[in-house]
């Protein structure tokens, strides 16, 4: 009897060991899928910020070039707010998230430089109302040199833009608003495939917010568009939030529409 039962619990011992040996397996299998998960979607919101930095850099020098045949004078004032945007770019595509106060202290020296070459024909209104909102670095940039560009640009006259930002329990909604040039149906029905502008921040958001966002686009040819974004006060994947690039390592970038 005490062969038997020493028999039994040696027997139980051993499957014991081999289910903790199971579920470590697993978990450990599950930890590396995790890892792999958050590589790859980093590298892909790596991806899409590089695409999205050369271009709006390349369309600043192109307006600052332009401004220095027309006006030299004002071109050298402009190139002390052309160093500022340089360097709040550097700055903010070191991180994923800048609060919103930031993006849109980034947008006044960008706005600056694009009013120096519209003169009268821009106009830009804003209306504020936020505490500390983070959002992806570039979001509302590219929605405003995107109502410059394809607004603003082709007009004849004076076009206005409109900034809105609004913060409550819910989130935060943005909406960037032009009485522009506009698009007719078709050209809006197939906006995401006009270059890589718009679909370049809907994928980076959805990266952040997955489903839990959520946008919307209306325009009216010779009327005008309006692009609004509603977005979680808190995004969904942050691996990296409050950190620069070069921390994480340690540890373990208005293009078309």
Not at 210 to 234: C, D, I, M, R, Y
């Amino acid at each position: 009897m005490l062969a038997h039962s020493f028999e039994n619990m040696a027997r139980s011992l051993a499957d014991s060991r081999a289910g903790i040996e199971y579920h470590q397996q697993r978990r450990q299998k599950v930890s590396d899928q995790e890892k792999f998960h958050t590589l790859v979607t980093r590298s892909r919101l790596d991806m899409l910020t590089s695409q999205l930095n050369p271009h709006f850099l390349f369309n600043a020098l192109n307006t600052l070039g332009a401004l220095i045949e027309e006006n030299p004078e004002e071109a050298r004032r402009l190139t002390i707010k052309m160093a500022n945007v340089f360097r709040q770019t550097l700055k903010a595509s070191e991180r994923e998230m800048v609060s919103l106060h930031e993006e849109l202290s980034f947008i006044q020296d960008y706005l600056e430089i694009e009013k120096a070459r519209f003169g009268e024909r821009l106009r830009v209104e804003q209306t504020v109302s936020v505490d500390n909102a983070q959002v992806p670095c570039f979001t509302l940039q590219l929605l405003v040199e995107n109502a410059i560009k394809h607004g603003a640009s082709p007009k004849i006259g004076t076009t206005t833009i409109r900034i809105l930002a609004l913060q409550d329990r819910d989130g935060v909604q943005i909406q960037v608003s032009d009485d522009g040039v506009g698009m007719p149906k078709d050209a809006l029905d197939h906006i995401l495939e006009k270059g890589y502008g718009l679909r370049n921040l809907v994928d980076r958001l959805n990266i952040f917010y997955a489903s839990e966002f959520s946008w919307h686009v209306e325009s009216e040819f010779q009327k005008g568009t309006v692009v609004s974004l509603q977005l979680p006060l808190l995004p969904r994947f942050a691996p990296s939030l409050g950190h620069s690039r070069s921390d994480i390592k340690t540890r373990l970038k208005f293009p078309d529409r």
